[in-house]
């Protein structure tokens, strides 16, 4: 397509990611379109993609029947659909890989949501995936709880390329970004090399606006002054924290600590802008893209926000305009009685919540397929047929 607003993104210092992953779309070249047709850059995927992905349609229905035959386990089942779809995706994505020298054409995969307050669980899971997977282009998500920030810094020192999932707020971006200094720092004393090591952290959006917007239609209600105040900020704030997150990513990148480990072949920390599919029917289906394009940034989006934005976006550097009203629209919240602080532990609860849900209902879809393949006569020499190797 001429002119599609998606290519155009690139041209502006911003990579498209895809947060989706199916099995159909790698079976019939849709991943591989999107590539082509759209500029798209990398995948993103979580433990609700992929219950959406098995439970919601029959193209695993066949592995998992082979793997059961065979005595697979529930955990192994699990991981080698989610693996094997990963390593697909990876391999789609490796050219792009190495033309850009690392810097994109990757996948993620989560760690287990359940370990998203174990470190020392989490780093063991992460290695052990690592591993598994077995492609360069692969990044582990690691929950950027109080509990994953030191996992990042060791995973990091392993040289393990990790995405910080579920940041929220402006302190633990901070947080975030110091575990991976920490990292390639510990790394680096080590005489490992740090070129290789990729890392992204992930901001959601449209969740903030989600949160603080609701508290704001109790006050616009009430009426009164406050309800002025309440009207001028709906909307407004997971922009606002995007906007101020990326100055914070600029100082960060450019200061003498980072400049030091570029030197020696580290790159930065890229802001991966999250939840961009907008929850508000009244907002445009493509906010959350539209405000947040700024140079050396990844956005990741649902298929139908993709398609909406190859549709009618108007690409744009937007990303650095106006960070004076940012700061104002931050500041006058507690004037309201709403404390992002307070916002931005909830969402995080809420957040690992959610994964840890749908990974117990795949598990239990799982489990069901599991208990009917078990009563059919095993199967001789079956082997399964997901792994990609």
């Known amino acids: 397509m001429k002119n599609n607003p998606l290519k155009q993104l690139g041209t502006l210092g911003q990579s498209i990611w895809l947060d989706y992953l199916h099995r159909k779309l790698l079976t019939d070249f849709g991943l591989k379109r999107l590539i082509e047709g759209d500029g798209l850059r990398g995948v993103t995927t979580n433990s609700s993609i992929f219950e959406k992905a098995i439970a919601g349609s029959h193209?695993?229905?066949?592995?998992?029947r082979y793997m059961t035959l065979e005595g697979n386990d529930i955990k192994?089942?699990?991981e080698?659909?989610?693996?094997?779809?990963?390593?697909?995706?990876?391999?789609?994505?490796?050219?792009?890989?190495?033309?850009?020298?690392?810097?994109?054409?990757?996948?993620?995969?989560?760690?287990?949501?359940?370990?998203?307050?174990?470190?020392?669980?989490?780093?063991e899971e992460a290695r052990r995936l690592w591993v598994a997977l077995n492609r360069p282009n692969i990044l582990?998500?690691?929950?950027?709880?109080?509990?994953?920030?030191p996992a990042i810094r060791q995973l990091i020192s392993d040289g393990i390329n990790v995405n910080a999932t579920l940041l929220f707020g402006l302190p633990r971006y901070r947080q975030v970004a110091e575990a991976y200094l920490a990292g390639l720092e510990a790394r680096l004393i080590q005489r490992k090399p740090?070129?290789?090591?990729?890392?992204?952290?992930?901001?959601?959006?449209?969740?903030?606006?989600?949160h603080i917007d609701a508290q704001l239609e109790k006050i616009i209600k009430q009426g009164g002054e406050k309800a002025e105040l309440a009207i001028k900020l709906h909307g407004q704030v997971a922009v606002a924290s995007a906007k101020l997150a990326y100055q914070m990513y600029k100082e960060i990148f450019s200061g003498e600590r980072f400049i030091n480990l570029?030197?020696?072949?580290?790159?930065?920390?890229?802001?991966?802008?999250?939840?961009?599919?907008?929850?508000?029917?009244?907002?445009?289906?493509?906010?959350?893209?539209?405000?947040?394009?700024?140079?050396?940034?990844?956005?990741?989006?649902?298929?139908?926000?993709?398609?909406?934005?190859?549709?009618?976006?108007?690409?744009?550097?937007?990303?650095?305009?106006?960070?004076?009203?940012?700061?104002?629209?931050?500041?006058?919240?507690?004037?309201?009685?709403?404390?992002?602080?307070?916002?931005?532990?909830?969402?995080?609860?809420e957040g690992i919540e959610k994964f840890m849900t749908?990974?117990?209902?795949?598990?239990?879809?799982?489990?069901?397929?599991?208990s009917r393949y078990r009563r059919e006569k095993p199967m001789k020499g079956a082997s399964s047929r997901v792994a990609a190797g």
């Open 59 to 64: 193209e695993y229905d066949e592995d998992i």
């Open 76 to 78: 192994e089942i699990y």
């Open 80 to 123: 080698a659909l989610t693996i094997g779809d990963v390593q697909r995706a990876a391999d789609e994505f490796r050219p792009l890989y190495d033309k850009t020298g690392g810097k994109d054409g990757c996948v993620t995969l989560e760690v287990n949501p359940h370990l998203a307050y174990q470190t020392k669980a989490t780093i």
């Open 140 to 149: 582990i998500k690691v929950p950027a709880t109080a509990e994953g920030l």
């Open 194 to 210: 740090l070129a290789p090591v990729a890392s992204v952290a992930s901001f959601s959006v449209s969740r903030i606006d989600s």
């Open 262 to 349: 570029a030197a020696h072949g580290a790159r930065s920390q890229r802001l991966l802008w999250a939840s961009t599919g907008t929850q508000n029917p009244y907002y445009s289906d493509v906010k959350y893209i539209e405000a947040l394009i700024g140079p050396e940034t990844i956005n990741t989006a649902p298929l139908e926000t993709l398609e909406a934005y190859r549709d009618h976006g108007d690409p744009k550097s937007r990303l650095l305009q106006e960070p004076k009203a940012a700061v104002w629209i931050l500041d006058q919240l507690p004037k309201l009685g709403i404390y992002l602080d307070e916002a931005v532990r909830q969402l995080e609860a």
């Open 358 to 370: 749908s990974f117990d209902k795949l598990t239990d879809t799982l489990t069901l397929a599991i």
